[in-house]
């Protein structure tokens, strides 16, 4: 799995890892701040997380132009700084008005510019390294790898976040409710119904501080919103540490990889030969071809990009607050880092070449399973969890299955029956529907959005139904994802390879705006029909791939 890989692909992922943790801590919370704070309904939420989500997504196009021109490490690096700057106005508590609103969008302008010149340019110069023969066979194998030290630093990221804000929460006397925000909004703006008003002030009562849970209805609202929403701010700033880290991390290892940070232009300027010079026609069908395959990927990223809101939604108004047996140990931090490094020590004792390997890493994984099994002991029998939470499950089932489908792929290679890259992603389209299916289910029988009015359900669902949704579109995420990347960088012409991954990020931009599409139809429609509509159109993406494939695959041999 890890052997005969170029070092640089290790530097540049743990520079990659360090960005991501700091930028899934923030988006966490983001529409749990939104909300909370502005005391916005999901259409107008889910706008600004759209707008946002298509800006990040798009700004790679502009990042890969300016790349292919001046070099991709001078663009990482700038992306970096400007990253930084918005994320301290980010961590700023501003009052509820047009200058705090005005900040906070001018701060997710600046994590979208830097993510513009930073993502897509690090991933180029990772593809470059494997332009040398000696490693050009395992190209998907590096970008699964690199992509599972994302996950390794998103998966960490819910746990940040939550403890962060259940810290600044305990200083001010309060702990998290779910249902405060919305009912102390409605109480502030006059709509709240006398049913509300007794739960709010039933909520109110359950605080650990005294004097707080004394307040007068209305101060204790706004008291709650005020120090919920700065308790959200000190997350965010997470993700300047994590900036700082990743910095460092890039130019110490900068070395190994200083040899990829060159485009095309600087290549030729330093007498190298082109690594390929394509035929006019050549460039137009593999542009072409790159094009289709970007076309498809936008459904997925629509229905993906949902983690961080309708999703989200789900876990906070349609699902238990707590949680017992054991799906427990999914809401443990050290029980899931343990199980996610014993799947790796696990492989190591089946693929290592030494007998003396082979045994180390068979008793490490032991050790690691024995001290989940005693941290799951210890737990308590009913454990609350709060709906940010949730996202950790993508992230850590990317990380635990990475080596599963290398495995599974390296088998098919040895036998010559590997689909192609093209052939993945369209059966990965079909398995994000079958995720979404599982939500039809869990949302059997549950009131609509529109009659809970932002509180939550008075039947909640279970947990499992997230946990295995996520399971479900992680497994299309591996299939489709990192496959795309490698795809992208292995087929793209020469001169244009900053611009090609920017288009590959430009297809998920599209999809991130258009998963405003459920928040528009939250209020509006029932709750099952939501993840219909998201299933429905990955299957008909999915169909729509397989048909395109002898195209695709005649372009780019």
Same mark, same amino acid.
């Given at each position: 799995?890890?052997?005969?890989?170029?070092?640089?692909?290790?530097?540049?992922?743990?520079?990659?890892?360090?960005?991501?943790?700091?930028?899934?801590?923030?988006?966490?919370?983001?529409?749990?701040?939104?909300?909370?704070?502005?005391?916005?309904?999901?259409?107008?939420?889910?706008?600004?997380?759209?707008?946002?989500?298509?800006?990040?997504?798009?700004?790679?196009?502009?990042?890969?132009?300016?790349?292919?021109?001046?070099?991709?490490?001078?663009?990482?690096?700038?992306?970096?700084?400007?990253?930084?700057?918005?994320?301290?106005?980010?961590?700023?508590?501003?009052?509820?008005?047009?200058?705090?609103?005005?900040?906070?969008?001018?701060?997710?302008?600046?994590?979208?510019?830097?993510?513009?010149?930073?993502?897509?340019?690090?991933?180029?110069?990772?593809?470059?390294?494997?332009?040398?023969?000696?490693?050009?066979?395992?190209?998907?194998?590096?970008?699964?790898?690199?992509?599972?030290?994302?996950?390794?630093?998103?998966?960490?990221?819910?746990?940040?976040?939550?403890?962060?804000?259940?810290?600044?929460?305990?200083?001010?006397? @309060?702990?998290?409710? !779910?249902?405060?925000?919305? @009912?102390?909004?409605?109480?502030?703006?006059?709509?709240?119904?006398?049913?509300?008003?007794?739960?709010?002030a039933e909520l109110q009562a359950q605080m650990p501080d005294a004097s707080v849970a004394a307040l007068s209805l209305p101060d204790f609202s706004n008291y709650y919103i005020e120090h919920l929403a700065s308790s959200y701010n000190m997350g965010f700033a997470v993700a300047c540490v994590s900036l700082v880290l990743s910095m460092g991390i890039y130019f110490a290892g900068r070395k190994?990889?200083?040899? !990829?940070?060159?485009?095309?232009?600087?290549?030729?300027?330093?007498?190298?030969?082109?690594?390929?010079?394509?035929?006019?026609?050549?460039?137009?069908?593999?542009?072409?071809?790159?094009?289709?395959?970007?076309?498809?990927?936008?459904?997925?990223?629509?229905?993906?990009?949902?983690?961080?809101?309708?999703?989200?939604?789900?876990?906070?108004?349609?699902?238990?607050?707590?949680?017992?047996?054991?799906?427990?140990?999914?809401?443990?931090?050290?029980?899931?880092?343990?199980?996610?490094?014993?799947?790796?020590?696990?492989?190591?004792?089946?693929?290592?070449?030494?007998?003396?390997?082979?045994?180390?890493?068979?008793?490490?994984?032991?050790?690691?399973?024995?001290?989940?099994?005693?941290?799951?002991?210890?737990?308590?029998?009913?454990?609350?969890?709060?709906?940010?939470l949730f996202q950790q499950f993508n992230p850590f089932f990317v990380v635990l299955l990475t080596p599963v489908i290398m495995a599974i792929f390296d088998a098919l290679a040895r036998k010559k029956k590997e689909p192609s890259a093209p052939m993945k992603i369209g059966i990965g389209m079909l398995v994000a529907a079958l995720g979404y299916v599982v939500m039809i289910f869990a949302s059997?029988?549950?009131?609509?959005?529109?009659?809970?009015?932002?509180?939550?359900?008075?039947?909640?669902?279970?947990?499992?139904?997230?946990?295995?949704t996520y399971l479900v579109l992680t497994f299309a995420e591996l299939l489709l994802s990192p496959m795309g990347i490698s795809f992208v960088t292995k087929v793209a012409p020469p001169k244009m390879k900053g611009l090609m991954m920017g288009l590959w990020f430009a297809a998920s931009a599209i999809g991130n705006y258009l998963t405003m599409v459920p928040g528009l139809l939250w209020m509006?429609?029932?709750?099952?029909?939501?993840?219909?509509?998201?299933?429905?159109?990955?299957?008909?993406?999915?169909?729509?791939?397989?048909?395109?494939?002898?195209?695709?695959?005649?372009?780019?041999?």
């Open positions: 799995m890890f052997k005969g890989q170029p070092k640089g692909l290790y530097a540049l992922a743990l520079a990659n890892t360090g960005e991501r943790f700091g930028y899934y801590t923030m988006l966490a919370i983001f529409m749990l701040f939104l909300q909370a704070k502005f005391g916005w309904e999901q259409a107008a939420a889910s706008q600004l997380y759209a707008i946002f989500m298509a800006v990040v997504y798009f700004l790679p196009v502009i990042g890969g132009w300016v790349a292919d021109r001046v070099g991709y490490g001078k663009c990482v690096v700038a992306g970096i700084c400007v990253m930084f700057l918005g994320y301290v106005m980010l961590t700023v508590p501003t009052p509820v008005n047009g200058f705090g609103l005005a900040l906070m969008i001018g701060a997710l302008l600046l994590i979208a510019m830097g993510t513009g010149l930073f993502k897509g340019n690090l991933q180029v110069m990772i593809g470059n390294l494997y332009d040398d023969p000696k490693y050009a066979d395992k190209r998907d194998s590096a970008f699964s790898l690199f992509y599972m030290a994302i996950n390794v630093g998103a998966m960490f990221a819910p746990f940040a976040a939550t403890a962060i804000t259940n810290k600044f929460l305990a200083k001010a006397g @309060l702990v998290y409710k !779910a249902d405060i925000p919305a @009912l102390a909004h409605q109480l502030l703006g006059g709509t709240i119904s006398p049913e509300n008003s007794a739960r709010l190994w990889f200083k040899h !990829a940070d060159v485009n095309a232009k600087q290549a030729a300027a330093a007498g190298n030969a082109p690594v390929v010079e394509l035929t006019p026609k050549q460039t137009r069908e593999r542009v072409v071809a790159l094009c289709m395959v970007f076309a498809v990927v936008i459904f997925f990223w629509m229905a993906f990009q949902q983690n961080g809101q309708s999703l989200t939604w789900f876990a906070r108004d349609y699902t238990q607050s707590t949680v017992t047996g054991w799906p427990r140990a999914g809401f443990s931090m050290w029980i899931l880092g343990l199980l996610a490094v014993s799947m790796y020590t696990l492989f190591g004792a089946f693929q290592s070449d030494k007998k003396s390997n082979r045994a180390v890493c068979g008793a490490v994984t032991l050790a690691l399973w024995a001290t989940v099994a005693i941290l799951y002991s210890q737990m308590p029998a009913v454990l609350d969890i709060q709906p940010q059997i029988g549950q009131p609509s959005p529109a009659a809970l009015l932002g509180t939550v359900s008075p039947d909640p669902v279970v947990p499992t139904y997230l946990m295995g509006r429609v029932p709750l099952w029909a939501n993840w219909a509509i998201l299933a429905s159109l990955c299957a008909i993406a999915g169909l729509i791939m397989f048909t395109m494939l002898k195209r695709i695959n005649a372009a780019t041999r």
